[in-house]
């Protein structure tokens, strides 16, 4: 599975952004998922955002919500995110990330095997 995303940026605080993912290759739509794990500076990978190919049950991480939208374009092999309202701390580099199984709840960012390149969100204040 390969995985490029797109859409990052240098905004400021309350304005947003939309990221954009295609999977590419072996993408086993059928089965698995796809979503969102954010990086910031000097702190550990957070997974953001998380939607099921088939069923569409999606997963937000609580300091997002209300706030991002995560979608998918099954057609297209493709998966957004929507990101309203954004705040300085949500500044991070954002990886779209995909596992070959469904999800239940928000996984950690070890349970994906597919990583694509990253984008860089900056919000400042």
């Known amino acids: 599975v390969q995985l490029q995303a797109s859409g990052g940026g240098s905004v400021q605080a309350g304005d947003s952004l939309r990221l954009s993912c295609e999977a590419s290759g072996r993408t086993s739509t059928s089965n698995g998922a796809v979503g969102w794990v954010r990086q910031a500076p000097g702190k550990e990978r957070e997974s953001v955002a998380t939607?099921?190919?088939?069923?569409?049950?999606?997963f937000y991480a609580d300091s997002v919500k209300g706030r991002f939208t995560i979608s998918r374009d099954n057609g297209r092999n493709t998966v957004f995110l929507q990101m309203n309202n954004l705040k300085p701390e949500d500044t991070a580099i954002y990886y779209c990330?995909?596992?070959?199984?469904?999800?239940?709840?928000?996984?950690?960012?070890?349970?994906?095997?597919?990583w694509g390149q990253g984008t860089l969100v900056t919000v400042s204040s």
């Open positions: 990330v995909a596992r070959e199984n469904r999800v239940v709840v928000l996984p950690t960012p070890d349970a994906f095997g597919y």
């Open positions: 939607i099921n190919w088939s069923g569409g049950r999606i």
